[in-house]
């Protein structure tokens, strides 16, 4: 039954298709408002860092079960030389709170001949605003914003900005932006399979959006409604016992 107040709760309800629905200006305000809160608001901080230490923890470990003890220890011990060496579990939080905070973590797989390592690959965290399309109206049905699908859905083509756009005096035009294409972008491609299938335990609820908007966005107006009704409580108190008064007393 419709009534009054649940019609004024309903009014901003659409048909939009989700791909309409998380268009790049949605995306754009929602990672926003979530990096704000996040930032600002010590509850969320204090739920995404959980979720990213709880998913994670000190990462991953590689255990081999060949029947060569030696080669298991001496992999073993490579595989965690190597971890520690690229930052590999702050890397994956990182991508994990992103996740729930921007609605998407990339990554490229490059090599870096600095590592100390005899294994030379290195993982390059790519921030969500980074990879889209400056001139999305000369792509075709099956691509989206940033990423380009074949026939199948399966991602063939990433198109990264070579800066942030929110950086100062970046040209987020077309000649700004890496284009990787199949055979190059094989191994980008392993790694968005990778930051989606391993660090998000939550398949995307609406499939055909493609490009996803912060796992956080639901919850952003009951975080800043918390958040101000703790803030007024304490003020509150400490206007009561004279405590404000007190500090602002000593700023002067």
């Known amino acids: 039954m419709t009534t009054e107040e649940n019609r ?3 009014a901003a309800a659409d048909g939009l298709s989700a791909r ?7 995306r754009r305000i929602l990672r926003n408002r979530a990096r704000y809160e996040v930032v600002n608001n010590s509850y969320a901080r204090g739920i995404v860092l959980t979720l990213a230490n709880d998913c994670v923890g000190t990462g991953p470990r590689l255990q081999m079960l060949t029947s060569n003890a030696e080669a298991n220890r001496r992999i073993e011990q490579e595989f965690s030389r190597w971890a520690k060496a690229v930052g590999l579990a702050e890397k994956l939080r990182t991508m994990r ?3 729930a905070q921007d609605g998407e973590a990339f990554a490229i797989l490059t090599s870096n001949s600095k590592l100390p390592t005899a294994e030379q ?3 390059r965290l790519v921030e969500a605003d980074q990879v889209c399309t400056p001139d999305l109206s000369v792509l075709t ?3 989206n914003d940033g990423i380009a699908f074949d026939t199948a859905g399966n991602p063939v083509e990433y198109h990264v ?3 942030h756009p929110g950086a100062s005096g970046v040209d987020c035009t077309q000649d700004s932006t890496r284009r990787l294409v199949p055979g190059r972008v094989q191994r980008l491609v392993r790694c ?3 930051a989606k ?11 055909n959006s493609r490009r996803l908007h912060p796992l956080s966005a639901p919850t952003l107006v009951q975080l800043t409604g918390f958040f101000f009704s703790v803030d007024e409580k304490l003020r509150s108190v400490c206007q009561g016992d004279g405590i404000i008064e007190a500090f602002a007393g000593v700023d002067s």
Do not use: G, T
């Open 20 to 26: 309409a629905a998380n268009s790049p200006e949605v």
């Open 97 to 99: 709170v992103a996740r």
């Open 161 to 163: 900005l070579r800066e």
């Open 192 to 194: 968005f399979v990778l």
């Open 197 to 207: 299938r391993k660090l998000d335990v939550h398949a995307p609820i609406i499939h």
């Open 141 to 143: 049905e099956n691509a």
């Open 121 to 123: 690959l290195d993982l």
């Open 8 to 10: 004024r709760h309903w």
